[in-house]
Antibody, heavy 120, light 106 residues
C-alpha cells in the first residue's frame, strides 16, 4: 500500500523557520517526482515546489523562491521542505504529494497534511 | 502563470442528480488537466487525469471531458459520499495551478 506520512508542522513566529518531512512507503520512492502543495484555512490548493527523482531539477512557486528549499533523500524515502522567513499569510496545511511521471502528471497520492501556523 | 477558473463556486444538488462542473484555463493546456475531490480535513483525492481518464478505484459515475481551455467534470448520479469540494488542476506548465474549487452541497 502506497503511503506518504508527514511530520514537522507547528507554530512559528513570523520570520521563523520550520522543516517539514514526508516519508514514502509501498512504492519505489526514487522513481517519482515529489511535490509540496499547501492550503490556507478555508482556501483552495496552491502548489509550492517539486523535485525530480534524483534531485537534479527543482521548481518553486515564485513567492517562495529564495526562502523555501525542497530536497530529498532517496535512501530514506523522504522529501523535505525547509521554510525560512515565514510570513503570516503562509499559515496553511502543507501536503506532500507524489506525481505520476507520465500522462498529465497528476498527484495520485498525498500525505495527511501538516499544519503550519505562522503567528506571534 | 496559467489561471484556472471553475464554475460554479458552489452548487446545491440532490441525491440522484446529474452534476456538471466547468473549468476554464487562461491558455491552452491541451489534455494536461486533472480533477480532485476533497472532503473536510482530508487530503485531496485524484478522480480524473488527462482530462478524461478515470483514476483506478474511482466510481464510473465520475467522468471528465474537454481539450485546450474548456473542461468539464460530470457526476452522472449524485451519491451521499460525493458531497465535497472539487478542484481542477493544470500540469501543462509550472507553476502548476488549481481552480478555486467548487463546493457541492445538499
Amino acid at each position: 500500500e502506497v503511503q506518504l506520512v508527514q511530520s514537522g508542522g507547528g507554530l512559528v513566529q513570523p520570520g521563523g523557520s520550520l522543516r517539514l518531512s514526508c516519508v514514502g512507503s509501498g512504492f519505489t520512492f526514487s522513481s517519482y517526482w515529489m511535490s509540496w502543495v499547501r492550503q490556507a484555512p478555508g482556501k483552495g490548493l496552491e502548489w509550492v515546489a517539486n523535485i525530480k527523482q534524483d534531485g537534479s531539477e527543482i521548481k518553486y512557486l515564485a513567492s517562495v523562491k529564495g526562502r523555501f528549499t525542497i530536497s530529498r533523500d532517496n535512501a530514506k524515502n523522504s522529501v523535505y521542505l525547509q521554510m525560512n522567513s515565514l510570513r503570516a499569510d503562509e499559515t496553511a496545511v502543507y501536503f506532500c504529494a507524489r506525481e505520476v511521471g507520465s500522462s498529465s502528471w497528476p498527484f495520485d497520492y498525498w500525505g495527511q497534511g501538516s499544519l503550519v501556523a505562522v503567528s506571534s | 502563470d496559467i489561471q484556472m477558473t471553475q464554475s460554479p463556486s458552489s452548487l446545491s444538488a440532490s441525491i440522484g442528480d446529474r452534476v456538471t462542473i466547468t473549468c476554464r484555463a487562461s491558455q491552452s493546456i491541451t489534455l494536461y488537466l486533472n480533477w480532485y475531490q476533497q472532503k473536510p480535513g482530508k487530503a485531496p483525492n485524484l478522480l480524473i487525469y488527462a482530462a478524461s481518464s478515470l483514476q483506478s478505484g474511482v466510481p464510473s459515475r465520475f467522468s471528465g471531458s474537454g481539450f485546450g481551455t474548456d473542461f468539464t467534470l460530470t457526476i452522472s448520479s449524485l451519491q451521499p459520499e460525493d458531497y465535497a469540494t472539487y478542484y481542477c488542476q493544470q500540469s501543462y506548465r509550472n507553476p502548476y495551478t488549481f481552480g478555486q474549487g467548487t463546493k457541492l452541497e445538499i
